[in-house]
Each structure stands twice: as structure tokens, then as C-alpha cells.
């Protein structure tokens, strides 16, 4: 990392104690074992349990006995790192396909020789079971790796096109090319996944990477600066540390391309920075994804599969179902159906399941809480204090599976729903979630006072809010009247119905009859529309969008008399000839 830049230079040496108490490297006071943070000239770095030596020089992709640099005040942490990368890149080394696969390998083996470390990791992060860690995050990776190591060759192979007649002595083709220094901006919620898979296409396209992971899922975050750099070339990979701070400041310098995953407010930020240099970037961003239910299909099957993709990673997942549309009849329906899946899933008391993931902050917590208060909570959704856990329960209503809670101040209506919360949440949680369902106030699909951080912002968490229509038609109108979607799902044992929300909806993907499936497929992209993201990876979309498309033609120097007619002085002749030449249609015919 660029950290280290500066002007005098000496080995990498083990810290020496000072006599305060503190630990010094090459004159820089770095603060004892154990202390969170600590600020290098205009960078916060973190240190974890005394090896702030290790994981620095690791991040900057040197070894111990390397010559550093310090870093002096109103320095730039980034340049020298950056321009290390770029040097490499210029140089070449990353161009040639045994380069590429040699990456995508050691890629390989960072998964297969870590694994363990990386679902404990998880686990300390956001409480993912080993279930979810594996299908949702290791195997997700891994299979883009095989994918593009089978496919390396045949992605990077010039790709001809047809020609006209007036290029058919040509050779006419697209080459993919590396962009150059790319940036990846990871996010917190699938900390390895939405990493590493972009990863692979920056990687097999030939680029040279910065990788900033997210510095709220931090013990992922300290695997991959401590332990992924050494199955990579440092010379071409680097990992950064930081807040939004320094991650500000890293955006001030030019990428040639930058990929970003998070949410719609950062992406303008991100691209806002890219605009400045013109710099191409990708951004998969959130939206409001919503799950049509119509009447005519099976209640309790929607509910298993609505509430598995919903809970699925705590609800912290980008393309999780926001909201359900349905009728009246239908949530009633729903409802309990729901409630049946909810208790089948993660039993009586979802605090003891190991299969419910942890809200990743204090701050996403308590943003969590306060949606509650704003709609009538018909499943779940209470708060408790011990042990750092919300717990899935209700006051005593018409559903008598959870058992009464002390942390609600009232119950709203009479039937099957649940506490209105305070406004606070306790000080200090960095808590486990609980499935909630939860029935808001609505108004002909308009957002009442009150509701902008209800379901017209992504609720990012373990609340399922139900918005009742009238028809097909309103919930095909509800869903126009907003931003566009990263997903879209529709439940119905009618075909015709699947098809005309398809028909008349827009979103970046889309799923009948499930939930987030689609994402399982490396054939098909993954991306955003409008609000919801530009650009998509998956598979060899990702080779393709961290790869230039060159337009390519290449012309024998010869035979100039048959390209005389473009000259000068022109002439009606001419001019008909050169038409008919142009006009774009293939041409199969055989010049002698």
C-alpha cells in the first residue's frame, strides 16, 4: 500500500518496544498490541491483536527484509503503490494467458487452503451458518474460477465478424483487452462472493487490481489483506485499507476502470470520482425488489420460498424480495403461511437457530428498528437486550407460537399482529436478527408521511413488509411508478400471469415461481438498471467488462487500384459503387 511512501528507506524489521510503551518502525510510533486503529499521516489503518506489521506490509505486497518507506504528513498513501501497479501493467506481464491462468490458480488455492479460516470469518462477521458460507459465498467462487480457467483461451481468442464487400479482402475482428489498473469496491454483505467473483474477471481479462474490501465485515476483510496477497502477484495486486476517508481519497486518483458494489448513494459518489478522469465503471447497487403474489397459486409453498430468500443472510442480501404485493384474500392467507415457514425454519426461539445470520453494525440495527415503528408488525420483530440478539416473538395475539416480550410498548390493532417499537434502540448492539413480517399502512400506492425509510428505501434486513392491491394491474403500476429494480419476482400457477409482469415490468433480473435462483447461473448477468446499477458480471460477462472491445482491421497495402474509387475527384459512378460495397449485409463471395 502506498502507505509507505516517503523518502528515506530502510529494512522491514520486527517492532521494537519504546520506552512509553508503544512500538516503532523505522521512526514511526505505532501504538501497542491490541489498540483498534491508528493514523499514518493522513490514513486511519486498522490493527488486530498486535500484528499491524504483518498486515500493513502484507497489504503493500512486501515481505519481511523489504525496504519501505515512511510515510510523511500530507503525503499520498496511495501514489507509490499505484504507480507500482501501473509500471507492471505497462510492462506487459499481465497480457499472456499463462499469466492469467497462474492468477486465476493461485485464486483457486487461496479458497481450497483457507476455507476453514474463511467460514470462521464469516461467522464472526455476520453469523453465516456453514451452509450459507459454502453455497453463497466459497462454491459461488470457486465455480467462477473453473469456469474461467476452462474458458480463458476461447474468452481471450479475437473474435471476427461478417464483412461487406468493400472489406471482404480484410481481416475484420474484435480483440479483448485488458483496460489496465482497475479498482474493486467490495461491499459487507457477501464479503467474500461480491470480492472475489469480480475478482476473477479483472483477473482473467489481464488487468492489474487494487482491491478495497469493506471495512465493516473486518475479519473477512483481514483474511483478504493478510492471507490473499500471498497467492497472488504482489507486483500486480494490491489490497487497501480504510474507511470511507481514505477510500474518498483513493478515488481521487485515475483507474481505467472502476467496479463498485453498494448502495445507490455511494455508487453516485463513486461515480461522480470517475467522472473526473472518465473512467468507466460498473455499479451494482441495491433497489426495492418486488415479489407479486397472486391469488391463484399455493400459499404455503410461496411462503417457504419467499421467506428462505428473504431471512436468507439475515436479509442482507441485495437481491432478497423487499416487498410483497398481494391481494387482500391473499395476505390472509400468506400470513400464517408465512408464520408456519418462519417457525419450520428456525424454530420457536430463531435466537437459538444456527442458521439465522447476525445484522453486521449497531447502525444497521437500529435503522432496522426504527422501520418497525412505522406499520403494524404481524410476525416477530421484538427486540432483546441480553446476550445481543433480536428475537423473533409476539405480544399474545391470535399467534400463539411466540411467546409474550417485555421490549414492546403497545400492540396496534387486534388479530395476528404485533408490537409498535420504541424509537431508541439499546446502546452498544451489534445484534443477531429475527425473522418479522411486517403489514405497513398504505394509501392507493402512495408513501404516507413518515414512510422514506420504509419499503421507498432498501430495508436491507429481516423485515418483510406485505403491500395489499387490487388487480394485477395496480401492482404492475405500483411497481412502474418506482425505481427500477435489481429483481423482480412473481408467484402464480398462471403462466399468462408470470409472462405479462414480465412483459410489462423493467428490472435487472427477474424470477417466476422463487427467489433469487437466477443468481446461480454464471450464463446469465447480473446487474442493475436505472437506479438499481450499469453494467453486469457473471461468468464471461465478467471477462467482458473488465475488457476493452477493440475494433480491429487489418489491409494488405496492395491493390490500390481497386481502392481508388474513395479518391478524389469524386464522381456519380463512384459514389453507386461504393454504396452497393457499403451496404451491410454478409458477404460469402470469393475474390480472385
Same mark, same amino acid.
Given at each position: !500500500?502506498?502507505?509507505?511512501?516517503?523518502?528515506?528507506?530502510?529494512?522491514?524489521?520486527?517492532? %521494537?518496544?519504546?520506552?512509553?510503551?508503544?512500538?516503532?518502525?523505522?521512526?514511526?510510533?505505532?501504538?501497542?498490541?491490541?489498540?483498534?486503529?491508528?493514523?499514518?499521516?493522513?490514513?486511519?489503518?486498522?490493527?488486530?491483536?498486535?500484528?499491524?506489521?504483518?498486515?500493513?506490509?502484507?497489504?503493500?505486497?512486501?515481505?519481511?527484509?523489504?525496504?519501505?518507506?515512511?510515510?510523511?504528513?500530507?503525503?499520498? /498513501?496511495?501514489?507509490?503503490?499505484?504507480?507500482?501497479?501501473?509500471?507492471?501493467? *505497462?510492462?506487459?506481464?499481465?497480457?499472456?494467458?499463462?499469466?492469467?491462468?497462474?492468477?486465476?490458480?493461485?485464486?483457486?488455492?487461496?479458497?481450497?487452503?483457507?476455507?476453514?479460516?474463511?467460514?470462521?470469518?464469516?461467522?464472526?462477521?455476520?453469523?453465516?451458518?456453514?451452509?450459507?458460507?459454502?453455497?453463497?459465498?466459497?462454491?459461488?467462487?470457486?465455480?467462477?474460477?473453473?469456469?474461467?480457467?476452462?474458458?480463458?483461451?476461447?474468452?481471450?481468442?479475437?473474435? #471476427?465478424?461478417?464483412?461487406?464487400?468493400?472489406?471482404?479482402?480484410?481481416?475484420?475482428?474484435?480483440?479483448?483487452?485488458?483496460?489496465?489498473?482497475?479498482?474493486?469496491?467490495?461491499?459487507?454483505?457477501?464479503?467474500?462472493?461480491?470480492?472475489?467473483?469480480?475478482?476473477?474477471?479483472?483477473?482473467?481479462?489481464?488487468?492489474?487490481?487494487?482491491?478495497? /474490501?469493506?471495512?465493516?465485515?473486518?475479519?473477512?476483510?483481514?483474511?483478504?489483506?493478510?492471507?490473499?496477497?500471498?497467492?497472488?502477484?504482489?507486483?500486480?495486486?494490491?489490497?487497501?485499507?480504510?474507511?470511507?476517508?481514505?477510500?474518498?481519497?483513493?478515488?481521487?486518483?485515475?483507474?481505467?476502470?472502476?467496479?463498485?458494489?453498494?448502495?445507490? *448513494?455511494?455508487?453516485?459518489?463513486? !461515480?461522480?470520482?470517475?467522472?473526473?478522469?472518465? #473512467?468507466?465503471?460498473?455499479?451494482?447497487?441495491?433497489?426495492?425488489?418486488?415479489?407479486?403474489?397472486?391469488?391463484?397459486?399455493?400459499?404455503?409453498?410461496?411462503?417457504? *420460498?419467499?421467506?428462505?430468500?428473504?431471512?436468507?443472510?439475515?436479509?442482507?442480501?441485495?437481491?432478497?424480495?423487499?416487498?410483497?404485493?398481494?391481494?387482500?384474500?391473499?395476505?390472509?392467507?400468506?400470513?400464517?403461511?408465512? =408464520?408456519?415457514?418462519?417457525?419450520?425454519?428456525?424454530?420457536?426461539? /430463531?435466537?437459538?437457530?444456527?442458521?439465522?445470520?447476525?445484522?453486521?453494525?449497531?447502525?444497521?440495527?437500529?435503522?432496522?428498528?426504527?422501520?418497525?415503528?412505522?406499520? %403494524?408488525?404481524?410476525?416477530?420483530? =421484538?427486540?432483546?437486550?441480553?446476550?445481543?440478539?433480536?428475537?423473533?416473538?409476539?405480544?399474545?395475539?391470535?399467534?400463539?407460537?411466540?411467546?409474550?416480550? #417485555?421490549?414492546?410498548?403497545?400492540?396496534?390493532?387486534?388479530?395476528?399482529?404485533?408490537?409498535?417499537?420504541?424509537?431508541?434502540?439499546?446502546?452498544?448492539?451489534?445484534?443477531?436478527?429475527?425473522?418479522?413480517?411486517?403489514?405497513?399502512?398504505?394509501?392507493?400506492?402512495?408513501?404516507?408521511?413518515?414512510?422514506?425509510?420504509?419499503?421507498?428505501?432498501?430495508?436491507?434486513?429481516?423485515?418483510?413488509?406485505?403491500?395489499?392491491?387490487?388487480?394485477?394491474?395496480?401492482?404492475?403500476?405500483?411497481?412502474?411508478?418506482?425505481?427500477?429494480?435489481?429483481?423482480?419476482?412473481?408467484?402464480?400457477?398462471?403462466?399468462?400471469?408470470?409472462?405479462?409482469?414480465?412483459?410489462?415490468?423493467?428490472?435487472?433480473?427477474?424470477?417466476?415461481?422463487?427467489?433469487?435462483?437466477?443468481?446461480?447461473?454464471?450464463?446469465?448477468?447480473?446487474?442493475?438498471?436505472?437506479?438499481?446499477?450499469?453494467?453486469?458480471?457473471?461468468?464471461?460477462?465478467?471477462?467482458?467488462?473488465?475488457?476493452?472491445?477493440?475494433?480491429?482491421?487489418?489491409?494488405?497495402?496492395?491493390?490500390?487500384?481497386?481502392?481508388?474509387?474513395?479518391? /478524389?475527384?469524386?464522381?456519380?459512378?463512384?459514389?453507386?459503387?461504393?454504396?452497393?460495397?457499403?451496404?451491410?449485409?454478409?458477404?460469402?463471395? #470469393?475474390?480472385?
Amino acid at each position: !500500500m502506498g502507505v509507505f511512501a516517503g523518502q528515506q528507506r530502510a529494512p522491514l524489521a520486527a517492532p %521494537r518496544p519504546s520506552p512509553e510503551g508503544s512500538y516503532h518502525r523505522t521512526g514511526q510510533p505505532v501504538p501497542p498490541p491490541g489498540t483498534s486503529s491508528f493514523r499514518l499521516g493522513t490514513c486511519k489503518w486498522k490493527l488486530w491483536q498486535g500484528h499491524s506489521e504483518a498486515v500493513i506490509a502484507v497489504a503493500a505486497g512486501l515481505q519481511w527484509g523489504d525496504p519501505i518507506t515512511t510515510l510523511q504528513e500530507g503525503m499520498d /498513501p496511495f501514489e507509490d503503490t499505484l504507480q507500482r501497479l501501473r509500471e507492471a501493467f *505497462r510492462s506487459g506481464r499481465t497480457r499472456p494467458a499463462e499469466f492469467r491462468a497462474a492468477q486465476l490458480k493461485g485464486l483457486g488455492r487461496f479458497l481450497q487452503d483457507n476455507k476453514q479460516l474463511l467460514q470462521e470469518a464469516l461467522a464472526q462477521d455476520l453469523r453465516k451458518s456453514a451452509f450459507e458460507s459454502e453455497v453463497s459465498e466459497i462454491s459461488i467462487s470457486q465455480g467462477e474460477i473453473n469456469l474461467a480457467l476452462r474458458n480463458l483461451r476461447a474468452w481471450m481468442k479475437d473474435e #471476427t465478424v461478417p464483412k461487406n464487400l468493400a472489406t471482404q479482402l480484410d481481416s475484420a475482428f474484435i480483440r479483448k483487452e485488458p483496460f489496465g489498473l482497475v479498482l474493486i469496491i467490495a461491499p459487507w454483505n457477501y464479503p467474500l462472493n461480491l470480492t472475489l467473483v469480480p475478482l476473477v474477471g479483472a483477473l482473467a481479462a489481464g488487468n492489474c487490481v487494487v482491491l478495497k /474490501p469493506s471495512e465493516f465485515s473486518k475479519n473477512t476483510e483481514r483474511v483478504l489483506v493478510e492471507v490473499l496477497p500471498r497467492y497472488l502477484d504482489r507486483s500486480c495486486f494490491a489490497v487497501v485499507l480504510g474507511g470511507p476517508e481514505e477510500t474518498g481519497q483513493l478515488l481521487e486518483h485515475k483507474f481505467d476502470y472502476i467496479f463498485f458494489t453498494g448502495s445507490p *448513494r455511494v455508487g453516485k459518489i463513486v !461515480m461522480a470520482a470517475a467522472a473526473k478522469h472518465l #473512467t468507466p465503471v460498473t455499479l451494482e447497487l441495491g433497489g426495492k425488489n418486488p415479489c407479486y403474489v397472486d391469488d391463484n397459486c399455493d400459499a404455503q409453498t410461496v411462503a417457504n *420460498r419467499v421467506a428462505l430468500f428473504r431471512y436468507f443472510n439475515a436479509g442482507q442480501t441485495c437481491v432478497a424480495p423487499d416487498y410483497v404485493l398481494c391481494s387482500p384474500e391473499m395476505q390472509e392467507r400468506l400470513v400464517p403461511a408465512l =408464520q408456519s415457514a418462519i417457525t419450520r425454519f428456525y424454530g420457536e426461539d /430463531p435466537r437459538a437457530s444456527p442458521d439465522l445470520g447476525r445484522i453486521i453494525s449497531e447502525k444497521h440495527f437500529q435503522r432496522l428498528r426504527g422501520l418497525l415503528g412505522c406499520g %403494524r408488525v404481524a410476525i416477530g420483530g =421484538q427486540s432483546e437486550e441480553s446476550d445481543r440478539y433480536i428475537v423473533s416473538r409476539l405480544p399474545n395475539t391470535q399467534i400463539p407460537s411466540f411467546s409474550p416480550s #417485555t421490549c414492546c410498548s403497545t400492540a396496534v390493532t387486534p388479530g395476528p399482529v404485533g408490537p409498535r417499537f420504541p424509537a431508541c434502540a439499546p446502546a452498544g448492539l451489534s445484534l443477531q436478527s429475527s425473522p418479522g413480517l411486517w403489514a405497513p399502512r398504505l394509501g392507493d400506492a402512495a408513501a404516507p408521511t413518515g414512510w422514506d425509510l420504509g419499503p421507498w428505501a432498501e430495508i436491507f434486513g429481516p423485515i418483510l413488509p406485505i403491500v395489499t392491491v387490487r388487480s394485477l394491474d395496480e401492482a404492475i403500476d405500483f411497481i412502474n411508478r418506482r425505481e427500477k429494480p435489481l429483481a423482480l419476482y412473481t408467484f402464480s400457477n398462471s403462466s399468462q400471469v408470470v409472462k405479462q409482469v414480465l412483459a410489462r415490468t423493467s428490472s435487472g433480473g427477474f424470477c417466476g415461481n422463487d427467489g433469487f435462483m437466477h443468481l446461480i447461473l454464471a450464463s446469465l448477468p447480473f446487474g442493475g438498471v436505472g437506479a438499481s446499477g450499469m453494467g453486469s458480471y457473471h461468468g464471461k460477462f465478467s471477462f467482458d467488462t473488465f475488457s476493452h472491445h477493440r475494433a480491429c482491421l487489418l489491409r494488405s497495402p496492395g491493390m490500390e487500384k481497386i481502392y481508388s474509387i474513395r479518391y /478524389p475527384p469524386y464522381s456519380s459512378r463512384n459514389l453507386r459503387m461504393m454504396l452497393v460495397a457499403m451496404e451491410a449485409r454478409s458477404c460469402s463471395c #470469393t475474390l480472385l
